[in-house]
């Protein structure tokens, strides 16, 4: 009950065989059985899938296009980083060593009394010898930069730069 035709029968319908082929093809329908059967099987396919009603769930296709669109841009910190576990431990091992590190420091300098590394440049500001008219010395704190300080004594009388 087979055809050597029968494989051609789909190319005719839809359209795929040359016009010589498709007018052998023809000819060849009207005559045999199986190819008939075959084309009437065919278009019956093809119209149950055009007539075929998909319902589709609003709710569903949201969901299914922002999984689609969330797959193209993954921000860096829900990205997922592959580590081997050698690799892993290695890394936990160097910032435990570093914290201990870190701690072993800070107490040995606490224990020796020497002061904070960043506190060495601040100074406490001390008064002058003249400390009846409150004035202070400011150049120390001049470290060659562009700034001058300049001082002015106040005279309690009264003059210029006299106090208020």
Not at 96 to 119: C, H, I, M, N, Y
Request: charged residues 25%; positive net charge.
């Amino acid at each position: 009950m087979n055809c050597e035709f029968s494989e051609k029968v789909s190319l005719l319908i839809d359209r795929e065989l040359s016009p010589s082929d498709a007018e052998q093809m023809r000819k060849h329908l009207t005559g045999c059985r199986v190819c008939q059967q075959l084309e009437q099987d065919f278009l019956g396919l093809r119209h149950q899938i055009k007539s075929h009603e998909f319902d589709t769930n609003p709710i569903a296709q949201k969901q299914t296009l922002w999984k689609v669109l969330a797959s193209q841009s993954v921000p860096l910190w829900r990205r997922k980083i592959a580590l081997p576990a050698p690799v892993f431990a290695l890394v936990v091992v160097a910032l435990l060593a570093f914290a201990a590190w870190s701690v072993f420091v800070r107490t040995a300098l606490q224990q020796t009394g020497e002061p904070d590394r960043r506190a060495s440049n601040v100074k406490p500001v001390e008064e002058t010898s003249n400390t009846e008219s409150g004035a202070m010395d400011l150049s120390r704190f001049d470290h060659g930069g562009r700034a001058i300080l300049y001082t002015e004594r106040r005279s309690e009388t009264g003059g210029k730069g006299a106090s208020r």
